[in-house]
């Protein structure tokens, strides 16, 4: 399978990288862990004339934890989620995802930024991304914008970032004490396959027990990462128990929009949502409620 | 302690140190000076009518040096079976599958030849396209060959005994239909081949192939080439289960484009293109009849079966007949009733795979047993064991096991799982199930009618060094074939592993049918033993002669001449050895003669040492019509039992454990026979679960590659315990039958009566996805409300 | 156009001309006649064409030469010593895990991968580690037989 033929760029800096963006816009397209980008490249269902290369970027491969905030670089690939300590200890939701991502010689080379800039309906990580509130940091020449992932996703690989964008950074709020998310992901095999439904809960309890605030998302039903707004506002305000979660996740259920495809029926996949969604849940409150 | 030296032993396979170090060489890592790479056009449509071919642009480009369609190949047709040769190299009037091929480009580089390719214009007239059966039988269809109206490919109509008089007099009759899906081998390598035609005429074909000799014989027959010019030449081949035992376009676009340029022409499927040519396993609907009575007494099989064929026929009648005849056993079954249709249709052809016919099959009956059993009230194995055949059974369709270790495989994988403390004993969401199979050691004839022996051998002794070099035929691929034939080789003349040298996967090596039909262990392996046993007798008989002792008082073991008397003075031989070896610091001073002694008189007595083997069945069984599809020499046969897990929400099926006990015989590598059974298992477990080759409504495969079309990981695979259970089998080489088909019978089967075991619901539908358990359960769910 | 890159494969620098859109199992297999690479899918799902690139197991079909520019390659060739078989390709051939063999040079720099990071994994370790590379032959049985036994060494 031969690739088509494209200009290589490999900046140093992420300035330089938004400056050949400006130059080509629409004619070009960043590649990170090229794991996405390749295979459609092969299958010439993408074309670039310009290929930008970010992985020679050092910046964008940090992990900052502060106070008020996660803030993950772009090239910071899923194998390193996954055994990130910080990740692992503030968003295991998003070390599960990382975890059920691809195949281990895929996430040595795949990114979070990859992962969630091809916006492809059934990854992995913007589910649990979603559920920690997270946002994108956009990076071009007249400068940097945040936008929540929540407003990212706009259709299947198509996003809110410009021709002339970099996604840089994705920054998750620090997240209140009694809180917890969970994710689960269900394909036909145990590794390396695609998603036929996956879900993200997150919640926050306050100092009575009481859920204070809730996320759900739904990947895989949808054109994009759905929020699961009508269970989401089942749970407020409750106390949380498997009888309001079970109720939650039939709510959920009837938020998916999912299509029948050749990887199942839309009947299939709605009902999964809701046992997932439930499940997230148990996860979610026992991390809400063990947590250090 | 083992009466044999070599044989019944762990052998290190010879090839492998070559290929954990990335030495070995396969079709794709070879090249030979001035070598052009070819491409191949093939049909975006499903049907249409070619109109017209215009291939001037692509003649024009620049580095393109050959060009080839119907119009310079020719249109001699070929197939697998002289009764079905449906193919020509490239379609002239129509295509009929997405992938049919139209034309081929060399070029200087793969580049060049892809763009030709893209430069080449085909008119088409699109045809109305037929995919399923339902609608290649429906009136008034459109017909994919004129020469088989209603698109039937084949039909095959048989009773043994008297079906409907024995139901008459059955206690309970139950009637299930099920269906598998349309499987990809999904070996690693894809196929790929480099064709050399040089200045006398000869052509070299190097091929990842299963079956040099039928290769060989379809480029001749094609190509109009003497059969003597043709060369066929195996390198390392990565796997084919049966998907590489015919003659590909590859290999003859290529053989064409070389004679074409007198260059030599490489080509490669890439992963899509080795999902468009298909020919693995058919998608079967089986409707099974089986009537009992009360004790469990099977009295008679009625049984049904469309296969989805595809455009072209490949392996079909074979396997049309073979999902028949494969029910004969391994249970006594008096009365069998057959009707089996293969059905054309605008998909790539369906051809033969691991356990050729006789999977879904068996899938289908081994979950209908359990259903009778449970009704019946007994337990699964004793109805198994009530019915079983024992050795030199012969079944209603005349398939003669000369030795059937099944009860013994029921008995070892019983207690290997802990079946009696487990069955009937799990929770809810687990379950046990168990199921057995068998299948041929080789088919007893060849693909083309023919009296050819099925495998020739010829031994050569080195001049000098006492070494044995086997040259077979024979196709290693995989399977350890190679290793498993030079232990014959040094078992059977009485010499060490190591001073055995093995060349094989070559025709100019004589003639060998080929890896298919788990034959060769049986077949090649009596040749080869039948050649060692002549280069023993020929290098005794000189020695016999200048020691003037008998050759029944003389033995060949471990590489040491042994005589039955004391005292035989061989000095004289040794001397002479050692003054031709002076220098030399490894001649032999005192102890017995070494066969480098005597290889060496011999050579010198009467010039080089060679033996020949040969084998072809004796007179098998059946003299009806298709006879030929099912009877072999012998029968392997297995037992397994599978434990699973069912996440009853999501219907997500985890495989604990599989245990496996199989009758190969004498098991020649034992490691390599656990290396054929394990992967038995999980290519059934990968057929049972994930698998399933999926169209568009143009015909077009929408999961043409590994990450759709699911194989079993190794987070898939649950421990699998394997359990060798030996018999003599009387017409196998040292005893030796099949392992590498027989192992998946039962697997698929056994998974399926886990399942039920699990969540007491019978699915009659492959593959068990999370999807199909989940509907499955809340099918029954509401069954149990209404 | 071609642009001069350096890398160093197998502890052996090299210099090499490449196209932009060159992959580099290509450019392993086809320019530096490395062939123990493998291309089995080129879409990254099956693993054969494995390589271990600056420590890490990736697919080197999902990877532009041009990429490798300065970077450290691993290949299976690289294994081998004067001494012989690494202990990983000894227990492969040792243990019966090799049969087509056309998936052992992925499947034993996973292995190895994994040991150089993971001297001592459980079962399940080993599963996941190697479960991007994709085996039809041998079921995997013998495979985590021969990762289980390498580790010992």
Same mark, same amino acid.
């Given at each position: 399978?031969?690739? /088509?033929?494209?200009?290589?760029?490999?900046?140093?800096?992420?300035?330089?990288?938004?400056?050949?963006?400006?130059?080509?816009?629409?004619?070009?397209?960043?590649?990170?862990?090229?794991?996405?980008?390749?295979?459609?490249?092969?299958?010439?269902?993408?074309? /670039?004339?310009?290929?930008? *290369?970010?992985?020679?970027?050092?910046?964008?491969?940090?992990?900052?934890?502060?106070?008020?905030?996660?803030?993950?670089?772009?090239?910071?690939?899923?194998?390193?989620?996954?055994?990130?300590?910080?990740?692992?200890?503030?968003?295991?939701?998003?070390?599960?995802?990382?975890?059920?991502?691809?195949?281990?010689?895929?996430?040595?080379?795949?990114?979070?930024?990859?992962?969630?800039?091809?916006?492809? /309906?059934?990854?992995?990580?913007?589910?649990?991304?979603?559920?920690?509130?997270?946002?994108?940091?956009?990076?071009?020449? *007249?400068?940097?914008?945040?936008?929540?992932?929540?407003?990212?996703?706009?259709?299947?690989?198509?996003?809110?970032?410009?021709?002339?964008?970099?996604?840089?950074?994705?920054?998750?709020?620090?997240?209140?004490?009694?809180?917890?998310?969970?994710?689960?992901?269900?394909?036909?095999?145990?590794?390396?396959?695609?998603?036929?439904?996956?879900?993200?809960?997150?919640?926050?309890?306050?100092?009575?027990?009481?859920?204070?605030?809730?996320?759900?998302?739904?990947?895989?039903?949808?054109?994009? /990462?759905?929020?699961?707004?009508?269970?989401?506002?089942?749970?407020?305000?409750?106390?949380?128990?498997?009888?309001?979660?079970?109720?939650?996740?039939?709510?959920?259920?009837?938020?998916?929009?999912?299509?029948?495809?050749?990887?199942?029926?839309?009947?299939?996949?709605?009902?999964?949502?809701?046992?997932?969604?439930?499940?997230?849940?148990?996860?979610?409150?026992?991390?809400?409620?063990?947590?250090? | 302690?083992?009466?044999?030296?070599?044989?019944?032993?762990?052998?290190?396979?010879?090839?492998? #140190?070559?290929?954990?170090?990335?030495?070995?060489?396969?079709?794709?890592?070879?090249?030979?000076?001035?070598?052009?790479?070819?491409?191949?056009?093939?049909?975006?449509?499903?049907?249409?009518?070619?109109?017209?071919?215009?291939?001037?642009?692509?003649?024009?480009?620049?580095?393109?040096?050959?060009?080839?369609?119907?119009?310079?190949?020719?249109?001699?047709?070929? %197939?697998?079976?002289?009764?079905?040769?449906?193919?020509?190299?490239?379609?002239?009037? =129509?295509?009929?599958?997405?992938?049919?091929?139209?034309?081929?480009?060399?070029?200087?580089?793969?580049?060049?030849?892809?763009?030709?390719?893209?430069?080449?214009?085909?008119?088409?007239?699109?045809? #109305?396209?037929?995919?399923?059966?339902?609608?290649?039988?429906?009136?008034?269809?459109?017909?994919?060959?004129?020469?088989?109206? %209603?698109?039937?490919?084949?039909?095959?109509?048989?009773?043994?005994?008297?079906?409907?008089?024995?139901?008459?007099?059955?206690?309970?009759?139950?009637?299930?239909?099920? =269906?598998?899906?349309?499987?990809?081998?999904?070996?690693?390598?894809?196929?790929?081949?480099?064709?050399?035609?040089?200045?006398?005429?000869?052509?070299?074909?190097?091929?990842?192939?299963?079956?040099?000799?039928?290769?060989?014989?379809?480029?001749?027959?094609?190509? @109009?080439?003497?059969?003597? =010019?043709?060369?066929?030449?195996?390198?390392?081949?990565?796997?084919?289960?049966?998907?590489?035992?015919?003659?590909?376009?590859?290999?003859?676009?290529?053989?064409?484009?070389?004679?074409?340029?007198?260059?030599?022409?490489?080509?490669?499927?890439?992963?899509?293109?080795?999902?468009?040519?298909?020919?693995?396993?058919?998608?079967?609907?089986?409707?099974?009849?089986?009537?009992? @009575?009360?004790?469990?007494?099977?009295?008679?099989?009625?049984?049904?079966?469309?296969?989805?064929?595809?455009?072209?026929?490949?392996?079909?009648?074979?396997?049309?007949?073979?999902?028949?005849?494969?029910?004969?056993? #391994?249970?006594?079954?008096?009365?069998?009733?057959?009707?089996?249709?293969?059905?054309?249709?605008?998909?790539?052809?369906?051809?033969?795979? &691991?356990?050729?016919? %006789?999977?879904?099959? &068996?899938?289908?009956?081994?979950?209908?047993?359990?259903?009778?059993?449970?009704?019946?009230?007994?337990?699964?194995?004793?109805?198994?064991?009530?019915?079983?055949?024992?050795?030199?059974?012969?079944?209603?369709?005349?398939?003669?096991?000369?030795?059937?270790?099944?009860?013994?495989?029921?008995?070892?994988?019983?207690?290997?799982?802990?079946?009696?403390?487990?069955?009937?004993?799990?929770?809810?969401?687990? $379950?046990?199930?168990?199921?057995?199979?068998?299948?041929?050691?080789?088919?007893?004839?060849?693909?083309?009618?023919?009296?050819?022996?099925?495998?020739?051998?010829?031994?050569?002794?080195?001049?000098?060094?006492?070494?044995?070099?086997?040259?077979?035929?024979?196709?290693?691929?995989?399977?350890?074939?190679?290793?498993?034939?030079?232990?014959?080789?040094?078992?059977?003349?009485?010499?060490?592993?190591?001073?055995?040298?093995?060349?094989?996967?070559?025709?100019?090596?004589?003639?060998?049918?080929?890896?298919?039909?788990?034959?060769?262990?049986?077949?090649?392996?009596?040749?080869?033993?039948?050649?060692?046993?002549?280069?023993?007798?020929?290098?005794?008989?000189?020695?016999?002669?200048?020691?003037?002792?008998?050759?029944?008082?003389?033995?060949?073991?471990?590489?040491?001449?042994?005589?039955?008397?004391?005292?035989?003075?061989?000095?004289?031989?040794?001397?002479?050895?050692?003054?031709?070896?002076?220098?030399?610091?490894?001649?032999?001073?005192?102890?017995?003669?070494?066969?480098?002694?005597?290889?060496?008189? +011999?050579?010198?007595?009467?010039?080089?040492?060679?033996?020949?083997?040969?084998? @072809?069945?004796?007179?098998?069984?059946?003299?009806?019509?298709?006879?030929?599809?099912?009877?072999?020499?012998?029968?392997?046969?297995? +037992?397994?039992?599978?434990?699973?897990?069912?996440?009853?929400?999501?219907?997500?099926?985890?495989?604990?454990?599989?245990?496996?006990?199989?009758?190969?015989?004498?098991?020649?590598?034992?490691?390599?026979?656990?290396?054929?059974?394990?992967?038995?298992?999980?290519?059934?477990?990968?057929?049972?679960?994930?698998?399933?080759?999926?169209?568009?409504?143009?015909?077009?495969?929408?999961?043409?590659?590994?990450?759709?079309?699911?194989? #079993?990981?190794?987070?898939?695979?649950?421990?699998?315990?394997?359990?060798?259970?030996?018999?003599?089998?009387?017409? $196998?080489?040292?005893?030796?039958?099949?392992?590498?088909?027989?192992?998946?019978?039962?697997?698929?089967?056994?998974?399926?009566?886990?399942?039920?075991?699990?969540?007491?619901?019978?699915?009659?539908?492959?593959?068990?996805?999370?999807?199909?358990?989940?509907?499955?359960?809340?099918?029954?769910?509401?069954?149990? =409300?209404? | 156009?071609?642009?001069?890159?350096?890398?160093?494969?197998?502890?052996?620098?090299?210099?090499?001309?490449?196209?932009?859109?060159?992959?580099?199992?290509?450019?392993?297999?086809?320019?530096?006649?490395?062939?123990?690479?493998?291309?089995?899918?080129?879409?990254?799902?099956?693993?054969?064409?494995?390589?271990?690139?600056?420590?890490?197991?990736?697919? !080197?079909?999902?990877?532009?030469?041009?990429?490798?520019?300065?970077?450290?390659?691993?290949?299976?060739?690289?294994?081998?010593?004067?001494?012989?078989?690494?202990?990983?390709?000894?227990?492969?051939?040792?243990?019966?895990?090799?049969?087509?063999?056309?998936?052992? !040079?992925?499947?034993?720099? !996973?292995?190895?991968?994994?040991?150089?990071?993971?001297?001592?994994?459980?079962?399940?370790?080993?599963?996941?580690?190697?479960?991007?590379?994709?085996?039809?032959?041998?079921?995997?049985?013998?495979?985590?037989?021969?990762?289980? !036994?390498?580790?010992?060494?």
């Amino acid at each position: 399978m031969l690739l /088509p033929k494209f200009d290589f760029h490999e900046p140093k800096t992420v300035n330089e990288a938004c400056q050949i963006l400006a130059e080509y816009g629409a004619k070009a397209r960043i590649l990170a862990g090229g794991t996405d980008l390749m295979v459609n490249m092969k299958k010439k269902i993408l074309s /670039p004339q310009q290929l930008v *290369s970010i992985s020679r970027i050092p910046e964008l491969k940090n992990l900052e934890a502060s106070a008020d905030h996660i803030r993950i670089g772009a090239c910071f690939t899923v194998a390193d989620l996954c055994e990130s300590d910080a990740i692992q200890r503030h968003l295991s939701a998003l070390a599960e995802g990382a975890k059920n991502l691809g195949t281990p010689l895929i996430r040595n080379l795949a990114t979070i930024g990859g992962n969630i800039g091809s916006a492809r /309906p059934a990854a992995d990580l913007p589910p649990p991304l979603m559920a920690y509130g997270a946002q994108a940091v956009l990076s071009s020449l *007249s400068g940097e914008r945040t936008v929540p992932l929540d407003q990212f996703f706009l259709g299947p690989g198509f996003t809110a970032m410009k021709p002339d964008e970099i996604l840089t950074e994705i920054q998750v709020p620090a997240l209140p004490a009694s809180s917890g998310a969970g994710y689960i992901n269900i394909g036909v095999r145990k590794a390396q396959d695609c998603n036929l439904v996956n879900v993200a809960s997150f919640i926050a309890l306050d100092a009575g027990g009481i859920i204070q605030n809730a996320r759900i998302v739904m990947g895989c039903v949808g054109p994009i /990462p759905l929020r699961a707004r009508s269970a989401e506002k089942i749970l407020i305000g409750q106390k949380p128990d498997t009888a309001l979660f079970t109720r939650a996740g039939a709510a959920a259920g009837s938020d998916s929009t999912p299509i029948d495809d050749f990887r199942g029926t839309a009947a299939y996949k709605k009902d999964m949502v809701g046992v997932l969604t439930r499940r997230t849940l148990d996860i979610a409150f026992h991390k809400a409620t063990h947590r250090q | 302690m083992s009466e044999y030296t070599v044989i019944n032993s762990r052998a290190v396979r010879r090839d492998t #140190p070559d290929k954990a170090s990335g030495k070995a060489v396969f079709i794709d890592d070879m090249s030979l000076p001035g070598m052009l790479y070819g491409a191949l056009l093939q049909s975006p449509l499903a049907h249409a009518r070619i109109v017209r071919i215009d291939t001037s642009k692509a003649r024009n480009l620049p580095g393109v040096k050959s060009v080839v369609t119907a119009a310079e190949a020719g249109l001699i047709k070929y %197939g697998v079976s002289p009764a079905r040769y449906d193919e020509t190299l490239f379609c002239h009037e =129509k295509v009929r599958y997405v992938g049919d091929d139209i034309a081929a480009v060399a070029a200087v580089d793969l580049e060049t030849a892809i763009e030709a390719v893209s430069l080449i214009e085909v008119e088409y007239e699109e045809l #109305p396209v037929v995919l399923t059966i339902e609608d290649a039988m429906a009136e008034g269809a459109p017909v994919l060959h004129n020469e088989y109206p %209603g698109n039937i490919c084949a039909e095959v109509h048989s009773e043994f005994g008297n079906v409907e008089a024995a139901f008459a007099n059955c206690d309970l009759i139950k009637t299930t239909t099920f =269906k598998n899906k349309r499987q990809d081998a999904a070996f690693i390598e894809p196929q790929g081949c480099i064709a050399s035609y040089d200045h006398f005429g000869n052509l070299t074909l190097y091929s990842s192939t299963q079956v040099p000799h039928y290769v060989q014989r379809t480029v001749a027959m094609v190509l @109009k080439l003497p059969i003597g =010019k043709v060369r066929v030449v195996k390198p390392y081949v990565g796997a084919g289960f049966g998907i590489k035992a015919s003659a590909n376009p590859l290999e003859l676009s290529a053989c064409l484009l070389s004679m074409k340029t007198g260059k030599p022409v490489k080509m490669n499927y890439n992963r899509e293109q080795v999902f468009q040519y298909g020919r693995a396993r058919h998608q079967f609907t089986h409707t099974m009849t089986t009537g009992v @009575k009360k004790d469990g007494a099977l009295l008679a099989l009625k049984h049904v079966c469309y296969l989805d064929g595809g455009a072209y026929s490949s392996f079909g009648i074979a396997t049309v007949y073979y999902a028949g005849s494969l029910l004969g056993g #391994p249970y006594k079954l008096p009365n069998m009733k057959y009707d089996g249709y293969r059905i054309y249709n605008n998909k790539p052809a369906c051809g033969a795979m &691991r356990g050729h016919g %006789g999977v879904a099959a &068996r899938a289908c009956w081994e979950q209908q047993l359990d259903m009778i059993a449970e009704e019946l009230k007994i337990s699964p194995i004793e109805l198994r064991l009530k019915n079983m055949m024992v050795a030199g059974d012969v079944t209603c369709n005349d398939l003669n096991m000369s030795s059937l270790g099944m009860k013994e495989c029921i008995e070892a994988v019983q207690n290997g799982s802990e079946w009696s403390a487990k069955k009937g004993k799990l929770p809810k969401g687990k $379950g046990i199930g168990m199921a057995c199979g068998f299948f041929v050691s080789g088919a007893g004839y060849p693909i083309y009618r023919s009296d050819t022996y099925h495998g020739t051998v010829v031994i050569k002794l080195t001049e000098d060094g006492g070494t044995a070099l086997v040259y077979t035929a024979s196709a290693e691929i995989g399977q350890g074939s190679d290793t498993t034939f030079a232990m014959i080789a040094a078992e059977a003349l009485g010499i060490r592993l190591e001073d055995v040298r093995l060349e094989s996967g070559d025709t100019d090596f004589g003639v060998d049918l080929g890896a298919y039909s788990s034959r060769q262990t049986l077949m090649t392996g009596h040749a080869v033993k039948e050649a060692a046993e002549d280069v023993r007798q020929k290098v005794l008989e000189v020695l016999s002669k200048e020691l003037n002792v008998p050759v029944g008082e003389m033995d060949i073991r471990n590489s040491l001449i042994g005589f039955k008397q004391a005292n035989v003075d061989f000095s004289g031989l040794r001397t002479r050895y050692v003054k031709e070896h002076r220098g030399w610091t490894d001649n032999p001073t005192d102890g017995p003669l070494t066969f480098k002694e005597a290889a060496r008189m +011999a050579y010198l007595a009467i010039g080089s040492i060679v033996g020949t083997g040969k084998y @072809k069945p004796h007179e098998l069984g059946g003299k009806y019509k298709g006879a030929a599809v099912g009877t072999s020499p012998a029968y392997g046969c297995s +037992a397994q039992i599978a434990e699973v897990t069912v996440d009853e929400e999501t219907g997500q099926i985890t495989v604990d454990k599989i245990t496996d006990a199989h009758d190969c015989g004498r098991a020649i590598n034992i490691t390599s026979v656990e290396g054929q059974m394990e992967g038995s298992v999980s290519m059934g477990l990968g057929e049972a679960l994930f698998e399933e080759v999926k169209f568009d409504n143009k015909g077009r495969v929408i999961n043409a590659d590994l990450a759709e079309y699911k194989i #079993p990981t190794m987070l898939d695979m649950p421990e699998v315990k394997t359990i060798i259970v030996e018999s003599n089998e009387p017409n $196998g080489p040292f005893g030796a039958k099949e392992v590498g088909e027989g192992a998946i019978m039962p697997t698929i089967p056994a998974i399926l009566n886990a399942v039920y075991d699990a969540i007491g619901v019978r699915i009659h539908e492959l593959p068990l996805t999370p999807e199909r358990v989940y509907m499955a359960i809340q099918e029954a769910k509401k069954g149990k =409300k209404t | 156009m071609k642009k001069l890159i350096h890398l160093t494969i197998n502890d052996q620098s090299f210099e090499v001309a490449v196209e932009p859109n060159q992959t580099l199992v290509d450019l392993l297999r086809y320019q530096l006649g490395l062939t123990g690479t493998k291309k089995g899918c080129e879409m990254g799902d099956c693993g054969s064409c494995t390589v271990i690139l600056d420590g890490k197991a990736v697919n !080197s079909c999902l990877v532009l030469a041009i990429q490798a520019d300065g970077r450290n390659i691993q290949t299976i060739e690289g294994l081998e010593t004067a001494e012989g078989l690494h202990p990983v390709q000894e227990a492969f051939v040792e243990k019966g895990a090799i049969q087509c063999g056309f998936c052992s !040079s992925g499947m034993i720099l !996973s292995a190895k991968n994994l040991l150089d990071q993971t001297p001592n994994p459980s079962d399940t370790q080993i599963r996941r580690a190697l479960s991007g590379n994709l085996c039809r032959c041998t079921g995997y049985q013998k495979i985590i037989e021969a990762v289980q !036994s390498a580790k010992t060494i």
